[in-house]
Structures are given as structure tokens and as C-alpha cells.
T-cell receptor, first 111, second 113 residues
Framework: EADIYQTPRYLVIGTGKKITLECSQT?????MYWYQQDPGMELHLIHY???????EKGDLSSESTVSRIRTEHFPLTLESARPSHTSQYLC??????????FGDGTRLSIL | GDSVTQMEGPVTLSEEAFLTINCTYT??????LFWYVQYPGEGLQLLLK?????DKGSNKGFEATYRKETTSFHLEKGSVQVSDSAVYFC????????????FGRGTSLIVHP
């Protein structure tokens, strides 16, 4: 059963639109992460958070932004979507050094 | 910095064949090591883990042993099934500090009947 939820699962939208990808977890995990997964399957960390009001940029530069106002919620926002943002986005959470739990992802297509 | 190198895929096997997916790592200290599996259309899920040298993680017939001397954590299964077809990721988490995981690039496994 999923303890971490991502919505929407699929999104097709036009260039220039503002997009928010939602991620929520019910496990009380302190750390949350956003990954971009390319067609070759490699994962790229774009944002992470150590807890409420903490956000950090990951290894891959991204035009997206994140917020962590509540422990369970870690939304990702694109202010103006472009075709280069087309990808799969995975959200994950963990507690301390324990294994991550992943959502099922959002597949985003920008026309 | 930390890094994880795993064999490139796709790995194509017949059902009941023996599977090995190689994984080596570079890290300071003694990280925890993980294998994750990603089935089509889903996120990653933990397959097995090992937290110290010589530990063997196992789950669903898969095994991997934490080899500190060779900095390796190879995934093995004695007899694969079609349902094992997925992408497998090797990963490490440093002990202490940031706890930010490092992933390998993923290895696609295709099992034919």
C-alpha cells in the first residue's frame, strides 16, 4: 500500500502554464526529495528537504521551486512550463538514514 | 564525493536463469547499501539492504552481500521469473551527515519465458 502519494499521475499541458506537482506522505518522515527521471531511467536529485521550512537544491539544476510548510507535504512548482520540462518526476521520503519510500511518479508532458 | 557504478543493461535472460547485476561504490566511511526495484509505471521500492560489512540482504529470492574489501554489493538471484522484469537500482546512504542517497544509473532486466 502507498504511504506516499503523488498527484496527478499524468499531466499534458501547454507551454507557459504554471504547474504544481503534489506530494504527500503519511509516515511522519523528516526528509523529502524530488527526483527527475530521464528516459534512460537514471535518477537526478533536483530538490530535497530536511524538515519544515528547509529546502535545498539537488545535483541537477532545475527551474522548479519547492516548499515545505508542513511535514507531510512537499509540492513542486514550475512557474512557466517549457517542453524541456517534459519528464517523469518522483517524490520520496525517508527518516534519518533509513531507506526511501517513493511515490508512483508524475509523468509530465509539455506541448 | 560518493558514487555508485552498476552494470549497464539491458540484461536479457531466459526464465529460471541465474542473475547477477554488479554494483560497486565509492564512499567515505561505511555507508548503508540498498537495492531498489522499479516496475513499469511505478516508483522505486526497496528490495533489500545491508548496513555493515559482510551483512547479507535478502528478499524474494534476491541476495546481496556487503563486501567492504571490494566495495561491492552485487545483486544475485538463482532462478529469475518473467515477473522479475524491471529496472534495478543500487544505492548508498552515508552514515551520518546529510543522509542524502546516491543512486547508480539503473539496470534494466528483461526475462523471457
Amino acid at each position: 500500500e502507498a504511504d506516499i502519494y503523488q498527484t496527478p499521475r499524468y499531466l499534458v499541458i501547454g507551454t507557459g502554464k504554471k504547474i504544481t506537482l503534489e506530494c504527500s506522505q503519511t509516515m511522519g518522515h523528516d526528509k523529502m526529495y524530488w527526483y527527475q527521471q530521464d528516459p534512460g531511467m537514471e535518477l537526478h536529485l533536483i530538490h530535497y528537504s530536511y524538515g519544515v521550512n528547509s529546502t535545498e537544491k539537488g545535483d541537477l539544476s532545475s527551474e522548479s521551486t519547492v516548499s515545505r510548510i508542513r511535514t507531510e507535504h512537499f509540492p513542486l512548482t514550475l512557474e512557466s512550463a517549457r517542453p524541456s520540462h517534459t519528464s517523469q518526476y518522483l517524490c520520496a521520503s525517508s527518516f534519518g538514514g533509513q531507506p526511501q519510500h517513493f511515490g508512483d511518479g508524475t509523468r509530465l508532458s509539455i506541448l | 564525493g560518493d558514487s555508485v557504478t552498476q552494470m549497464e543493461g539491458p540484461v536479457t535472460l531466459s526464465e529460471e536463469a541465474f542473475l547477477t547485476i554488479n554494483c560497486t561504490y565509492t564512499a567515505t566511511g561505511y555507508p548503508s547499501l540498498f537495492w531498489y526495484v522499479q516496475y513499469p509505471g511505478e516508483g522505486l521500492q526497496l528490495l533489500l539492504k545491508a548496513t555493515k560489512a559482510d551483512d547479507k540482504g535478502s528478499n524474494k529470492g534476491f541476495e546481496a552481500t556487503y563486501r567492504k574489501e571490494t566495495t561491492s554489493f552485487h545483486l544475485e538471484k538463482g532462478s529469475v521469473q518473467v515477473s522479475d522484469s524491471a529496472v534495478y537500482f543500487c544505492a548508498l546512504t552515508p552514515r551520518g551527515g546529510s543522509y542524502i542517497p546516491t543512486f547508480g544509473r539503473g539496470t534494466s532486466l528483461i526475462v523471457h519465458p
